[in-house]
């Protein structure tokens, strides 16, 4: 079973970073997702940011572009998400997906494929 561990997350000044990691235990095909996704009060859950293994190629949603970076460790089964200046509409539950890309596509089709989620981390920013 597929098994995804995040680490980070926690509380912040308006302005400041924070930055996510997560690791996924299984094996990561190429043509599989690992990404971000954030569940905000009150708000449907969005993407964030997510990383093609196959490509490299990365997507973000449009409120975080230019502040949240997502890049691949070393380890090809792990990313992590830079948040730089981060706002008070930041805060929520961070999930880290690992799921199936179309045509090189990820945000947008979660539901493609099999989908794999951890179980969350906060992410507070204070005003």
């Known amino acids: 079973q597929v098994r995804l561990t995040e680490a980070g997350g926690g509380s912040t000044q308006a302005g400041g970073s924070l930055t996510l990691s997560c690791r996924s235990n299984g094996y990561t095909y190429n043509t599989d997702c690992l990404g971000w996704f954030r569940q905000r009060s009150g708000e449907k859950r969005e993407g964030v940011a997510s990383?093609?293994?196959?490509?490299?190629?990365?997507e973000y949603a449009d409120s975080v572009k230019g502040r949240f970076t997502i890049s691949q460790t070393t380890a090809k089964n792990a990313v992590e998400l830079q948040m730089n200046s981060l706002q008070s509409e930041d805060t929520g539950m961070y999930y880290c997906?690992?799921?199936?890309?179309?045509?090189?596509?990820?945000?947008?089709?979660?539901?493609?494929?099999?989908?794999?989620w951890g179980q969350g981390t906060q992410v507070t920013v204070f005003a």
């Open positions: 990383f093609y293994i196959g490509g490299g190629s990365t």
């Open positions: 997906v690992q799921w199936v890309a179309r045509a090189g596509q990820c945000l947008g089709y979660l539901n493609y494929g099999y989908n794999h």
